[in-house]
């Protein structure tokens, strides 16, 4: 199973959006409705940030939104703040097949 | 408050073994399935194992081509990862991660424990 295809940096100033995407196919992304999104700042736990396509646990921002088309999700951070500076990865359920699933390359988002 | 905290990690010698722990509390350990995560020096995560709630399947990365074992004893809420015949790209951090079948998603991660496996 190959891994979600993530920009490799993102950027933005305070308070502008920056958006992420995750592109994998038709037998992950595209075909399941699971594709979550994590937070990790180094040395730190990784944080769940949206699950199910677009849904937030409790306790996280509203800043954070998550949507998909096709075979591509995208998370979406506005208002950015200087603590959002951090590497962010999706994941997605692969079938039953692939019960491991799969993980996106990771995106390391810098706030200027 | 769900916590999981990785234990046992180390400096181990290329072809030797080593047992990864983490200990989980704030929750029903038995209703869980529960993933070893890893993520290599300047590289990213990767999923190594998952176990179900029970123990009764088990599923492995390929690239681990049989060395590790996942196990799990829910009398002591505790989740364990067997490392055999370790190579130098084994080493990683490595994060135990609380699975909810319904979404399909890890919701609790630890922060990990640091396997280096050098001469």
């Known amino acids: 199973q190959s891994a979600l295809t993530q920009p490799p940096s993102a950027s933005g100033s305070p308070g502008q959006s920056v958006t992420i995407s995750c592109t994998g196919t038709?037998?992950?992304?595209?075909?399941?409705?699971?594709v979550s999104w994590y937070q990790h700042h180094p040395g730190k736990a990784p944080k769940l940030m949206i699950y199910?396509?677009?849904k937030r646990p409790s306790g996280v921002p509203d800043r954070f939104s998550g949507s998909k088309s096709g075979n591509t999700a995208s998370l979406t951070v506005s208002g950015l703040q200087a603590e959002d500076e951090a590497d962010y990865y999706c994941?997605?359920?692969?079938?039953?097949?692939?019960?491991?699933?799969?993980f996106g390359t990771g995106t390391k988002v810098t706030v200027l | 408050q769900v916590q999981l905290v990785e234990s046992g990690g180390g400096v181990v010698q290329p072809g030797r073994s080593l047992t990864l722990s983490c200990a989980a509390s704030?929750?029903?350990?038995?209703?869980?399935?529960m993933h070893w995560v890893r993520q290599a020096p300047g590289k990213g995560l990767e999923w190594v194992a998952v176990?179900?709630?029970?123990?009764?399947?088990?599923y492995y990365a390929d690239s681990l081509e049989g060395r590790f074992t996942i196990s799990r004893d829910n009398s002591k809420n505790t989740l364990y990862l067997q490392m055999n015949s370790l190579r130098a790209e084994d080493t990683a951090v490595y994060y135990c991660?609380?699975?909810?079948?319904?979404?399909?998603?890890?919701?609790?991660w630890g922060q990990g424990t640091l396997v280096t496996v050098s001469s």
């Open positions: 991660a609380r699975y909810y079948y319904d979404s399909s998603v890890n919701d609790y």
């Open positions: 704030g929750f029903i350990f038995s209703n869980y399935g």
């Open positions: 176990i179900w709630y029970d123990g009764s399947n088990k």
């Open positions: 038709s037998s992950d992304v595209g075909g399941y409705n699971y």
């Open positions: 199910e396509v677009s």
């Open positions: 994941s997605s359920y692969a079938g039953s097949n692939n019960p491991l699933g799969v």
